[in-house]
């Protein structure tokens, strides 16, 4: 069973057709100039099938907590979870929604200009035209308050959000959101969950921004605890009317 992924529809990107594709846990939101339903499917298929074949020649992957070095003959999906599980130090199924966000999105730029995958609050996009992607944080009183800013010149872009109090996701610390930036996914993905799992209170954000810093390939972090919020690097928020 699916939970409802409401705040997909807070943001309306003009211009755009949205549809949905759903096989097993990936659950996937997408916004492109076509209704590219049919290949965005198959695009899961294909990456979900090459997860799952490695994952059952090797168990571990799935389960450890720790940075993991994947063989040179291992999937592309696999090597890209893998080397930012090694830059952020934490498991590699950390990195999977952002990793099959964008792998899903850049087999779609292949026939539309734009494309925007969420999966679960991380996503892929490569845009033409200012978008604005709106900041959801559970009961932070910044929720549906403010967005991120985001130009064309700024994607390919990868945004990866961890809560500790909202969703399902693995967190061992308290955020109401951790947001990563990146031009990887993947990355974006696993550094907002390592980066969620040492804020514990709202006195945790200076030093979750150094941590932050020191992640290579990170462009920006935004870390919100109740009604503090922490910004740090390429990253422009507004206000949403």
Request: hydrophobic share 45%.
């Amino acid at each position: 069973m699916h939970e409802p992924r409401f705040y997909r529809h807070w943001i309306k990107d003009g211009g755009l057709i949205s549809f949905n594709v759903v096989v097993e846990q990936t659950d996937l939101y997408i916004r492109s100039r076509r209704n590219l339903k049919d290949k965005a499917l198959d695009s899961v298929l294909k990456h979900r099938g090459s997860l799952e074949a490695y994952i059952g020649r090797h168990p571990l992957f799935l389960t450890t907590l720790d940075a993991y070095q994947a063989e040179a003959e291992a999937p592309a999906i696999v090597k890209e979870m893998a080397r930012v599980s090694q830059l952020t130090g934490v498991g590699p199924m950390a990195a999977v929604a952002g990793a099959i966000a964008e792998a899903v999105g850049k087999d779609l730029l292949a026939f539309s200009p734009e494309a925007i995958v969420e999966n679960g609050g991380d996503i892929f996009l490569k845009i033409s035209e200012k978008r604005l992607v709106g900041i959801y944080a559970g009961q932070s009183s910044f929720t549906k308050r403010i967005a991120l800013e985001i130009m064309p010149g700024e994607t390919p872009l990868g945004i990866g959000t961890s809560s500790g109090s909202v969703g399902h996701s693995l967190s061992l610390g308290s955020a109401d959101a951790v947001i990563g930036l990146s031009s990887s996914a993947a990355l974006a993905d696993a550094a907002a969950t390592a980066i969620a799992n040492i804020v514990r209170a709202a006195d945790d954000i200076p030093k979750a921004i150094e941590e932050a810093r020191s992640i290579e390939g990170l462009r920006g972090v935004v870390i919100i605890v109740g009604d503090q919020m922490g910004v740090w690097g390429r990253v422009k928020i507004v206000p949403l009317s």
